[in-house]
């Protein structure tokens, strides 16, 4: 029954820039991993970016120096920092944590909405 609540979205214009929050109601589980998706309407789901257990992160080539995925573990939450956004990263985005032994949650989405 863990819940994830989003928080940072917005309105904002090319250039700049937006945090992202994702906080976990409870951690009973041993390890997780984080990830940030989005969905632009009639567009596929894709991985923005991801943090491992161990802490190890990745990135869709489309954001690889621009986003920066971290956590707090002491604070059940995920954070993705977006410098120099494009219109094209319009789209709701998705906070998702998976679990050992493993189960899967999904936050509620955010919008984030960049103009040019």
């Known amino acids: 029954q863990v819940q994830l609540v989003e928080s940072g979205g917005g309105l904002v214009q090319a250039g700049d820039s937006l945090m992202l929050s994702c906080a976990a109601s409870e951690r009973t589980f041993s390890s997780y991993a984080m990830r940030w998706y989005r969905q632009a309407p009639g567009k596929q789901r894709e991985l923005v970016a991801g943090?491992?257990?161990?802490?190890?992160?990745n990135y869709a080539d489309s954001v690889k120096g621009r986003f920066t995925i971290s956590r707090d573990s002491a604070k059940n939450t995920v954070y993705l920092q977006m410098n120099s956004l494009q219109p094209e990263d319009t789209a709701v985005y998705y906070c998702y944590l998976v679990t050992y032994p493993k189960y899967e949650y999904w936050g509620q989405g955010t919008q984030v909405t960049v103009s040019s």
């Open positions: 943090v491992t257990n161990v802490g190890v992160t």
